[in-house]
């Protein structure tokens, strides 16, 4: 019982059995400033095999040979030896990996690094004879301790000799042979990778693309039906957002850094409208939505929002209708393009625009789209105007990765006299968006995004805007923080006819 119980190491807890002060991976608490590990498992939203795969990477770029058992939720690792020591004195260290399906779309996945040590080994089985340890201990000389084909080894300079009783307790580990004790620990450093890999990769915005997804018979949810007496109903506005104020002027240009595909960033853009209109300011709202959209918002602006009024809307679109829909579709989105319409509705002077290429790409998309920008800056040159767009766009200093790409908001700052950048704080969640999966296909669905260190909230920090005292080297001159992300699915989906943009379906 108690070779099986320290052989694969599952007795380890996330703080380890080895007598460390903290445990693999452990790091700093942003909060405590205390080394911690973490205290509830990560539930990854992809598939099993997906997981899996990728951790299978992380540790071939590390140079390790990595074995599957059958099922493909069990890997094994080949075996290395930390330094050099003396034989009989030497450590060698491995890695098991253990996944877990909690759903179609949601894995778990362990990394234990496990060490063999040769001295436990003597302790284990005692004292032997002289000359047969001997043997032994040249046959180690001249031979790994692991040998992850089979159970025996053999020393080539022993003259056929070999050594045929090494087999070891774990026969459904392959590679276990050589040593009997086995100590472990999470590696929540790899466990912590395998969370950038998955969760920390920027959204795709696929432009142009093909039209299928049909419009017909579209309930818009909490949409009231306008009537010859009842009004139409007011903007879903909310309470202002805390440190907004300072940067609501004339001629203001405020770029928003938008994940994509969430609730949270709609719902904040509409804050800001409502404020900013409340003091009496034009406000313009730019959207990342083709320009050849303009003439159908242009249209649903100046309706009374019915859902005749939104089928015409959608159903006239090639963007709305996409097979594939990225976040820029969704229905917190739509729900945006509505409360901007209450709000011109309601006598404020809100105008809308729609200022992305639809089939341009890098320099090209910049360029336009920051061209379509000025030109509505030009109509309304005192308005408010908030625009939301990825955050590589709105950045207004240059990228690091490519000397010849010019962002956006570079190109904005540049031409207007007051431009200001905000990235976003959150807490771990949720948001729809296209991605490139391991096998590097292109899927749009339901995904987990995690913050960088830079941008993580903590509880302590409350939602709002927070000024830096000199830009980032990004170009961004404050944060937005809005706490945990939740995802918001495309206005409409192909196999149904509803789309629902009501607070709590969007």
Not at 213 to 229: D, F, H, M, Q, Y
Not at 312 to 341: C, K, N, P, T
Request: aromatic letters at 6%; a negative charge; charged letters at 25%.
């Amino acid at each position: 019982m108690r070779l099986y119980a320290v052989c694969l190491g599952l007795v380890c807890t996330t703080t380890g059995c080895a007598t460390l002060t903290r445990g693999f991976g452990a790091v700093p608490d942003p909060e405590t400033g205390k080394y911690e590990t973490p205290k509830q498992e990560t539930v990854y939203r992809v598939p099993a095999e997906e997981a899996m795969m990728m951790v299978r990477r992380i540790l071939e770029e590390q140079r390790y040979d990595v074995m599957e058992k059958e099922g493909g939720l069990e890997l094994f690792t080949s075996a290395h030896e930390p330094g050099m020591n003396q034989v009989g004195l030497r450590t060698m260290e491995r890695y098991y990996i253990k996944g877990e399906r909690v759903g179609p779309r949601q894995t778990m996945v362990r990394v234990f690094r496990l060490r063999y040590n040769e001295m436990e080994q003597e302790v284990e089985f005692g004292m032997r004879d002289f000359g047969r340890h001997a043997m032994e201990k040249h046959v180690a000389e001249n031979t790994h301790p692991f040998d992850t084909n089979k159970a025996v080894k053999s020393a080539p300079d022993l003259h056929g000799e070999r050594l045929m009783d090494l087999n070891g307790p774990c026969k459904d580990a392959p590679g276990l042979e050589g040593f009997q004790l086995a100590r472990g620990n999470r590696d929540l450093g790899i466990e912590r990778t395998l969370l950038e890999r998955l969760e920390m990769v920027p959204s795709l915005e696929l432009v142009g693309g093909n039209t299928s997804v049909p419009a017909r018979s579209v309930l818009l949810e909490g949409w009231a039906e306008p009537t010859e007496t009842a009004q139409s109903p007011e903007a879903e506005c909310g309470a202002p957002v805390d440190g907004l104020a300072p940067m609501l002027t004339q001629g203001q240009t405020l770029l928003l850094a938008d994940p994509l595909g969430t609730r949270e960033l709609p719902s904040a853009a509409l804050r800001m409208l409502c404020e900013a209109s409340s003091k009496g300011l034009p406000v313009t709202l730019a959207l990342s939505l083709p320009s050849t959209e303009q003439p159908l918002l242009d249209t649903y602006l100046a309706s009374a929002g019915s859902s005749q009024d939104a089928q015409e809307l959608l159903s006239g679109s090639s963007f709305w209708r996409r097979v594939h829909q990225d976040g820029r579709s969704s229905r917190a989105m739509l729900w945006l393009v509505e409360q901007a319409r209450r709000l011109r509705a309601s006598g404020k002077a809100v105008s809308l625009v729609a200022f992305d290429a639809e089939k341009a790409a890098g320099n090209e998309r910049e360029a336009l789209m920051a061209k379509s920008l000025l030109e509505a800056r030009e109509q309304n040159a005192d308005a408010f105007m908030l625009v939301l767009a990825g955050g590589t766009h709105v950045r207004t200093a240059s990228v690091d990765w490519d000397a010849d790409f010019e962002p956006m908001g570079v190109r904005l700052a540049k031409s207007l006299r007051s431009v200001k950048a905000l990235d976003v704080g959150f807490a771990r969640g949720t948001q729809f968006s296209c991605r490139y999966n391991v096998w590097e296909d292109v899927e749009c669905n339901t995904f987990a995004i995690s913050p960088t260190a830079q941008a993580r909230q903590a509880s302590t920090v409350a939602p709002g805007v927070q000024l830096f005292p000199e830009p980032l080297k990004e170009g961004f001159h404050g944060r937005l923080y809005v706490g945990e992300l939740n995802a918001s699915p495309p206005a409409l989906q192909a196999g149904t006819a509803v789309s629902a943009a009501s607070r709590s379906a969007r």
